[in-house]
């Protein structure tokens, strides 16, 4: 009899033995619908990393009580692995509670995926060897990958030819766009766009005497574009009362604290988020500068999650207690389960109590009323739902409120300025919901400006070059030196025409995305870069 082939049963290679690869049994399925969501484009396939594991899987044990450790450090790897190729994303303690919801809303092709390889192999596997198939899929992902790769080489050798002497003819004329790809280019790029940003300023030009009108920031929380096209929000009413629209405002972080901080230093150019926290520059806060104007500050919520408060008070230089929310009507419940109050309620107690002051006020509003996780109080809605009754509810009240501060006619310039979006849609590197890193869907931002007390002449004012919070300070500035408030009637455009550009560029702790000529690149460990894969 000629004995089976060794590969039928096993392999022994001096004092370790391999079990044949069909004995992996489930985690076939694993493996299959990695590949299978690799090559969908939800993320990537380590494969030197994915085989070590399919081999420490394959090493025989000699005890129970081995193999189950065996199978347990594999599970560990796997979650790990998952994780450093993008399909399982880290939740942040404040996203956490909505993760359910946002899977029911985004992840149903990754698990009809895993359904579908699941029963794949229960069927097949009676017929056919599934670890054989799951060899082959490996293979077909090393040669997608060699063939990527081989493409990059010969980009790498055509634009290093000349400089290294390389027997690869160099390109006479190197393509820019092609050179922007590499790492060192795009790591001088942000550098460059640092460099610049710390040599800007818009200081805010000073008032001699008091103030003859009111400011008021509305800070809104989850609030993007890209969050109101997949709501059919987009041509709300509210966007129709304002005078001045930011059709390409950039938040330069996905963060609630970086976020309002960058808003209230906004008399200077971008600084790199390891900095926001460590260096206070009083010359780039617009409440030091517009020291004549009360500062106010209120919220929604109790502003403790994060330090929220102090960030706003020290970072921001708002030096301002929070205003009271007694007796006003809780409308949501957080996801900590801390009372989220009514908008409209908090905002109309404010012009009430603004009228019996003498001092004009620089008023800063922060709601969390979109904030994922948050539930309404006497509705059952959730996820997608639940945002778009929520946000239809908020751009209401806020319509309400423009139309209570022009029956009052008292002059106020209005900014409507969310911290991010809420990342409804999702993409191949995040989940709905996910914002660890600041993607432009969730960096665009619906930003628009009304002064009330005075006439507008002509027709809404359209920002549509790249701008960022310099662009407000500004904005003020401009509204300050032409004396607006003191006139019958103004035009939109007269205020905008000198408005400060800001490339796109933004960062999370630990991720930055950077535009370059029209396209995003992402970078997770701030050496090295690869385009963000938006479609899905």
């Known amino acids: 009899m000629i004995p089976a082939p060794a590969w039928r049963y096993g392999v022994h290679r001096g004092n370790m033995e391999f079990r044949h690869v069909n004995t992996l049994g489930w985690w076939n399925v694993y493996f299959a619908t990695k590949v299978a ?15 070590a594991l399919g081999l420490f899987l394959l090493l025989k044990t000699r005890h129970k009580t081995a193999a189950g450790a065996q199978q347990l450090i594999g599970i560990v790897i796997a979650v790990v692995l998952m994780h450093f190729e993008g399909l399982l994303p880290a939740v942040s303690l404040e996203q956490g509670v909505g993760l359910s919801t946002r899977l029911t809303i985004l992840a149903w092709p990754m698990l009809l995926t895993v359904g579908l390889v699941g029963l ?85 030009q000073s008032i001699a005497e008091n103030p003859d009108f009111d400011v008021l920031i509305l800070s809104v929380c989850s609030l993007g574009w890209d969050d109101l096209a997949m709501t059919s929000l987009s041509e709300h009413p509210l966007f129709d009362q304002f005078d001045i629209v930011f059709d390409h405002f950039n938040t330069a972080t996905s963060y609630s604290g970086p976020a309002v901080i960058r808003l209230l230093n906004a008399s200077c150019g971008q600084k790199p988020h390891t900095e926001l926290f460590n260096n206070v520059t009083p010359q780039c806060q617009i409440a030091t500068q517009l020291s004549l104007f009360e500062p106010v500050l209120m919220m929604n919520h109790d502003g403790s999650f994060d330090n929220f408060t102090t960030f706003i008070n020290q970072q921001g230089g708002f030096d301002a207690g929070l205003n009271s929310n007694a007796d006003i009507t809780v409308a949501q419940k957080s996801f900590d389960g801390s009372p989220i109050f009514d908008d409209l309620e908090i905002l109309r107690r404010w012009h009430l109590d603004r009228a019996e002051r003498k ?8 709601t969390v009323s979109l904030h994922d996780g948050n539930r309404i109080i006497g509705s059952r809605s959730v996820g997608l739902e639940s945002y778009r009754q929520r946000t239809s509810t908020l751009l209401n009240q806020l319509s309400q409120f423009i139309r209570t501060l022009e029956n009052s006619e008292q002059n106020t310039l209005l900014l409507l300025v969310p911290e991010h979006g809420a990342g409804l849609r999702g993409d191949r590197m995040q989940l709905p919901g996910m914002r660890e890193i600041p993607a432009h869907s969730l960096t665009h931002v619906p930003v628009a400006a009304r002064l009330i007390g005075t006439k507008r002449l002509g027709p809404v004012a359209r920002v549509t070059s790249q701008t960022s919070y310099q662009a407000l300070s500004a904005l003020i500035n401009n509204v300050i030196q032409q004396q607006v408030f003191q ?36 970078s997770l460990d701030g050496r090295t870069w690869s385009p963000y894969p938006y479609s899905k």
């Open 37 to 51: 969501l690799y090559f969908q484009g939800f993320g990537d396939f380590i494969v030197l990393a994915n085989l």
């Open 120 to 204: 794949a192999y229960q069927y097949f596997s009676r017929f056919i060897e599934p670890g054989v198939v799951v060899v082959l899929l490996l293979a077909c992902v090393l040669l997608d990958k060699s063939n990527l790769l081989g493409a990059t080489n010969t980009m790498v050798q055509r634009l290093a030819g000349e400089e290294t002497g390389s027997l690869v003819a160099p390109l006479e004329t190197p393509d820019p766009a092609l050179d922007k790809l590499s790492d060192t280019a795009l790591n001088a790029s942000l550098d460059d766009f640092f460099q610049r940003e710390n040599q800007r300023q818009e200081p805010l």
């Open 359 to 366: 001092s004009n006020e620089l008023a800063l509003y922060n």
């Open 487 to 522: 006139s019958e009637s103004y035009t939109p455009t007269s205020l905008v025409s000198n408005l400060p550009h800001t490339r796109r560029v933004s960062q999370n702790e630990g991720s930055t995305v950077m535009e370059v000529d029209g396209s995003d690149f992402v």
